[in-house]
């Protein structure tokens, strides 16, 4: 099995008004995008504002227009690092799967999607209830596209089926299971009963 490769950047960004290359301006952007991090986690969405934003990063409003339109832009900021972060992990993890049977990669894939979903699980979740009404389709669409390739390294042959669309609905279903699991009651018992039904979910998809 070759390493998985998957490219991290979405070189659009078109949620960005001007992309940074100083230092200094990169910082600004970072400071920016961490304090509205902090800010989804502490509030409700609408209460957050682009004076907030500005005043905990610690730059002017003057600076933070320059980089982003609106408050809108800089979420659409968090969610591409949030995913970004998420494929160097899902990228670490897949290339250090065995070549072995196909219930151990399963499962050890449904390990590697719930482990990272752990990480940072306050600020995902306060996501969920803000990510339809942003604009962010090309993000996700790296996203998607790099974890499907991912995916297609460990699947068998399947005759007479089409492996890509296979990998993009494995994908696809997993990541909203992962996300409906962020509202629902979290405990270890709940978690383990919902890996038990995406194996079977998974496994029989493929065996179908």
């Known amino acids: 099995m070759g390493a998985v490769s998957m490219s991290h950047n979405n070189p659009d960004k078109k949620y960005m008004l001007k992309i940074p290359v100083q230092k200094r301006s990169k910082e600004t952007v970072a400071s920016i995008v961490e304090s509205c991090s902090r800010l989804l986690v502490q509030e409700p969405y609408h209460a957050i504002t682009t004076d907030k934003i500005a005043e905990m990063a610690g730059v002017s409003i003057g600076s933070l227009y320059q980089f982003f339109a609106n408050k809108e832009a800089i979420v659409a900021a968090v969610i591409d690092q949030l995913l970004q972060t998420d494929l ?121």
């Open 88 to 208: 160097v992990y899902i990228e670490e993890k897949m290339n250090q799967i065995p070549q072995t049977d196909m219930s151990t990669k399963i499962h050890a894939l449904i390990d590697i999607g719930f482990n990272r979903f752990h990480d940072n699980r306050p600020l995902r979740t306060a996501l969920q209830g803000v990510q339809g009404m942003l604009d962010y389709w090309d993000t996700r669409r790296v996203f998607f596209e790099q974890y499907q390739k991912a995916i297609l390294k460990h699947i068998p042959d399947l005759p007479g089926r089409d492996r890509s669309m296979v990998a993009l609905f494995i994908v696809s279903c997993f990541n909203n299971i992962l996300h409906l699991s962020l509202l629902g009651p979290q405990n270890p018992e709940r978690e383990e009963a919902t890996k038990k039904e995406v194996y079977l979910l998974i496994s029989r998809y493929l065996q179908s």
